[in-house]
């Protein structure tokens, strides 16, 4: 593996570990929303998408940075 791809890799990792934190924050949030009896459903599903968004970046990323299984 050359320099080059070590430095992609941790690159990857780096950010897939600010996507996770990210992740982690924001279903906190939501979870305190709805809490709220107020709460703003508009709001909330943007936040609901973002996090989903989120999740799907992360499995994309955990799929670039776990190398392959051999069969």
Known sequence: MSNRDTLERQELAELLERLQKEHAELDQEVAEASELPAADQLYLGRMKRRKLRLKD???????????????
């Open 57 to 71: 970046m992360i499995m994309q990323l955990r799929s670039d940075v776990v190398p392959d299984m051999p069969a």
